[in-house]
């Protein structure tokens, strides 16, 4: 019998198709278990020695080293690709936090956003502008930093955008972003993944003291839910937003990261942005 056949396979089948053949022939003969007999491990034995030659494989011992090592390749190597892109990701991830800076409080712009040429600003004097803001209005912040993570389903997904999403779930994880100023629909994806911090309890203390209008709390999903933990402040319409000339397409909302350190400070700055 030629080995084509042997594998069920037609002649000048694609090396990769011969490699599935082989795959399910294996998967058969392991599925024997202890009823395998020694005409099922010779014949396997046979399959196999057919499928090396077929993929230019040494056959002089199935077991050999090299042919070994050459399989283990073929049947993982997909996974081990995947595992290599996580460690690169981590890694740069490590090496950045490593090299980080400490500031006293970590923003994050989070959108699709774009910015007013009227008053002559862009995407970097807005940052530096929310910076001065929060460093002007708490008293326990000296150097906060602003970082700008263009987010939206609309955006290419190629592999630096992808790289660039991944470290920011990432230092959202580690809680290395405190605050952050969301639009609608990346406030609904951060919502549903559970990273929001409720923001009931410090509202409660702020009562009396500062008071937020009902419509400008974000309770859940619902733009119309009026019970429910809070877990952020509309800013639409608020005259500081406004006066960075930062442009977006619906809601914005500023929110605290559950996995930050430093709520207190990170609420502070929220209630900078409310008075």
Same mark, same amino acid.
């Given at each position: 019998?030629?080995?084509?056949?042997?594998?069920?396979?037609?002649?000048?089948?694609? /090396?990769? =198709?011969?490699?599935?053949? $082989?795959?399910?022939?294996?998967? *058969?003969?392991?599925? &024997?278990?202890? #009823?395998?007999t020694a005409e099922d491990?010779?014949?396997?034995?046979?399959?196999?020695?057919?499928?090396?030659?077929?993929?230019?494989?040494?056959?002089?011992?199935?077991?050999?080293?090299?042919s070994k090592i050459r399989?283990?390749?073929?049947?993982?190597?997909?996974?081990?690709?995947?595992?290599?892109?996580?460690?690169?990701?981590?890694?740069?991830?490590?090496?950045?936090?490593?090299?980080?800076?400490?500031?006293?409080?970590?923003?994050?712009?989070?959108?699709?956003?774009?910015?007013?040429?009227?008053?002559?600003?862009?995407?970097?004097?807005?940052?530096?502008?929310?910076?001065?803001?929060?460093?002007?209005? /708490?008293? =326990?912040?000296?150097?906060? $930093?602003?970082?700008?993570?263009? *987010?939206?389903?609309? &955006?290419?997904? #190629?592999?630096?955008?992808?790289?660039?999403?991944?470290?920011?779930?990432?230092?959202?994880?580690?809680?290395?972003?405190?605050?952050?100023?969301?639009?609608?629909?990346?406030?609904?994806?951060?919502?549903?993944?559970?990273?929001?911090?409720?923001?009931?309890?410090?509202?409660?203390?702020?009562?009396?003291?500062?008071?937020?209008?009902?419509?400008?709390?974000?309770?859940?999903?619902?733009?119309?839910?009026?019970?429910?933990?809070?877990?952020?402040?509309?800013?639409?319409?608020?005259?500081?937003?406004?006066?960075?000339?930062?442009?977006?397409?619906?809601?914005?909302?500023?929110?605290?990261?559950?996995?930050?350190?430093?709520?207190?400070?990170a609420f502070a700055a929220?209630?900078?942005?409310?008075?």
């Amino acid at each position: 019998m030629k080995d084509h056949e042997l594998l069920g396979v037609k002649e000048g089948t694609s /090396v990769e =198709d011969i490699k599935k053949a $082989y795959r399910v022939k294996m998967m *058969r003969y392991q599925q &024997l278990g202890e #009823d395998k007999t020694a005409e099922d491990e010779a014949k396997f034995n046979e399959i196999t020695d057919a499928y090396n030659r077929l993929c230019d494989y040494k056959t002089d011992d199935p077991y050999e080293p090299d042919s070994k090592i050459r399989n283990f390749w073929d049947y993982n190597k997909e996974k081990i690709l995947v595992i290599l892109f996580v460690v690169i990701i981590i890694s740069v991830f490590v090496v950045q936090l490593a090299g980080r800076v400490s500031y006293d409080l970590n923003i994050a712009l989070i959108g699709n956003y774009g910015y007013s040429d009227d008053n002559g600003n862009d995407i970097y004097d807005i940052r530096t502008a929310i910076n001065e803001i929060v460093k002007e209005k /708490v008293l =326990d912040v000296n150097e906060p $930093y602003t970082d700008y993570y263009r *987010r939206s389903g609309d &955006l290419r997904q #190629d592999s630096d955008y992808a790289a660039r999403q991944t470290a920011l779930v990432m230092r959202v994880e580690f809680g290395e972003i405190d605050l952050t100023i969301l639009d609608k629909e990346n406030y609904y994806d951060f919502y549903d993944k559970g990273f929001l911090y409720e923001l009931d309890d410090f509202i409660n203390i702020q009562k009396g003291e500062v008071s937020i209008p009902e419509n400008l709390l974000v309770r859940n999903l619902d733009d119309e839910a009026e019970e429910g933990p809070i877990y952020g402040i509309r800013l639409a319409g608020n005259d500081l937003i406004e006066d960075l000339g930062l442009v977006y397409k619906n809601d914005l909302i500023v929110c605290i990261f559950k996995n930050s350190a430093k709520k207190e400070v990170a609420f502070a700055a929220l209630m900078a942005f409310i008075d």
